[in-house]
């Protein structure tokens, strides 16, 4: 079974995703995620905006 990368996270190659190997996946896709939050909330300060404000 594939993952939502394909076979990236298939480290010993079987074809199979194992509990880690899908932990590993989810970690790094959440960690993508948590970047480009935080790029956001950069682009939202350097153009004048609070992003606290911006919230509300």
Do not use: C, Q, V
């Not at 074809?15 to 970047?35: Q, V």
């Amino acid at each position: 079974m594939k993952g939502l990368f394909g076979d990236l996270f298939d480290f010993n190659h079987d074809g199979n995703m194992s509990d880690f190997e899908r932990a590993a996946e989810m970690s790094f896709l959440h960690e993508m995620i948590s970047e480009e939050k935080e790029y956001e909330e950069t682009e939202l300060e350097l153009s004048g905006l609070d992003p606290d404000e911006y919230d509300f």
